[in-house]
């Protein structure tokens, strides 16, 4: 299967391509030039690759939590390149690529959502059945930084911006932090291929970014209760 990758749900413009066992990507941090950067950066990976994109079988995109532009703006490019080649469109959660970028069995992803607030969830690395993939110990939500619980039991990364933000978040429940560990277009590929190989990738026009907070702004009365 040959699919593509695009990842801007954060500081990072992210791009990747599958060609069989063959991935390859780029990144930039980007700020707020995600919707600048991005395709050119994956017509430039495949041009790189000798292909086309009429050639696609499938887009994948990091489908949030995060950054509400960044991620409209990975869904709106997915079903830009499948809507006219009626190709399948997947979504992956921002939580399972900070995962599977950790190299760690037991992950506390964090991000920074602004506003005093951070996208948390607790992950897993399955085994059994279940091996190879992520399992929500704790699952996402979008929570004040000082509501964030403890994930249960020993041996936790904490890995994502919200680190940054918050250094001393959860600093008694983890065995290590790493706040630079971020969603990349890599993992998406990776996380993104054996689904769609099973068929899971949907119709691009029902594709959706996973925002986990309906406001994107407080009043100043509101930031200050919080």
Request: with cysteine; hydrophobic share 45%.
């Amino acid at each position: 299967m040959l699919f593509a990758a695009i990842e801007t749900s954060g500081d990072w413009c992210s791009v990747a391509l599958a060609v069989g066992g063959d991935v390859r990507g780029r990144e930039l941090r980007a700020g707020t030039r995600h919707s600048e950067l991005a395709l050119p950066m994956l017509q430039a990976l495949l041009a790189e690759a000798g292909l086309r994109a009429s050639q696609l079988d499938a887009v994948a995109f990091g489908a949030g939590p995060g950054s509400f532009t960044g991620l409209r703006i990975a869904c709106g490019l997915a079903q830009g390149l499948a809507l006219p080649r009626d190709l399948p469109v997947l979504g992956v959660s921002s939580f399972e690529a900070i995962a599977e970028e950790a190299g760690a069995a037991r992950v506390a992803a964090c991000i920074d959502a602004r506003m005093r607030e951070v996208y948390y969830a607790a992950l897993q690395k399955g085994e059994g059945e279940r091996a190879g993939c992520w399992i929500e110990v704790l699952s996402g939500r979008c929570v004040p930084q000082q509501d964030v619980p403890a994930p249960p039991g020993e041996g936790w990364v904490g890995c994502g911006s919200g680190f940054a933000a918050f250094p001393d978040l959860l600093n008694r429940s983890l065995s290590a932090v790493r706040p630079e560990v971020h969603p990349t277009a890599i993992a998406v590929v990776e996380l993104a291929a054996p689904r769609l190989a099973a068929g899971e990738g949907v119709d691009a026009a029902l594709a959706l970014p996973v925002y986990l907070r309906d406001k994107i702004a407080f009043t100043k009365q509101e930031l200050e209760r919080r």
